[in-house]
């Protein structure tokens, strides 16, 4: 059975900093993309940033420059650090698994989620 554990949220000033982890169980983690989505309040969720299992990178233009995602395919772990934040980036930060990249929240496997604030 495949487990996504989101770890990392937490209430934050804009302009401050969090980093998000996921570990990722029951799956062949270096042969699926993963991607990091957001749902705001009163939103659909959407896509933040992906990497897949060749570590080519795709990011939302709101985030280009202040978010960077990244892969460690021997301990199956993925990490989205975020800097510079803004409070339109509040949500729930839901990790994703897939076998392959995309931007739809169309994603075969997914975490329970963790909340992320930012207050201004």
């Known amino acids: 059975q495949v487990h996504l554990v989101e770890s990392g949220g937490g209430l934050v000033q804009a302009g401050g900093s969090l980093r998000l982890s996921c570990a990722a169980s029951?799956?062949?983690?270096?042969?699926?993309?993963m991607g990091w989505f957001r749902q705001a309040p009163g939103k659909e969720r959407v896509i933040v940033a992906a990497?897949?299992?060749?570590?080519?990178?795709y990011y939302t233009d709101s985030v280009k420059g202040r978010f960077t995602i990244s892969r460690d395919n021997v301990k199956n772990m993925v990490y989205l650090q975020m800097n510079s934040l803004k409070p339109e980036d509040t949500g729930v930060y839901y990790c994703?698994?897939?076998?392959?990249?995309?931007?739809?929240?169309?994603?075969?496997?997914w975490g329970q989620g963790t909340q992320v604030t930012v207050s201004s």
């Open positions: 990497i897949s299992r060749f570590a080519s990178t």
């Open positions: 029951g799956l062949a983690f270096r042969t699926y993309a």
């Open positions: 994703a698994a897939d076998e392959r990249l995309g931007v739809a929240d169309d994603y075969a496997f």
